[in-house]
């Protein structure tokens, strides 16, 4: 993190406070997805992911983190005050978040 405080030029951030929208998680998810990849390098930031991320979304959510679709250069991060609402397949995942 402090070296991408230093850095120059500013990575871009993508701060995701909600999910949803009229279109959908089906469109949502993997559309913010999307506009991470075009800006990469960027930081990716979900705040509160026990309630961005309910048991519908949980599947769009890692398959959309998992995908085919490559998600290099891409920093994720989620934070959360109730560890222990989330599934364990996102809290325990040795994965990117």
Do not use: W
Not at 74 to 87: A, V
């Amino acid at each position: 993190m402090h070296a991408l405080h230093k850095r120059l030029d500013p990575i871009p951030t993508f701060y995701v406070k909600s999910i949803g929208g009229c279109h959908g998680l089906e469109y949502t998810i993997p559309e913010i997805f999307v506009k991470a990849r075009q800006s990469t390098p960027c930081l990716l930031i979900f705040e509160d992911l026990d309630s961005l991320i309910t048991d519908h979304a949980k599947s769009f959510f890692l398959n959309t983190v998992d995908g085919l679709e490559s998600n290099e250069e891409i920093m994720m991060l989620g934070s959360t005050n109730y560890l222990e609402r989330l599934d364990a397949g996102i809290s325990k995942r040795p994965g990117p978040i």
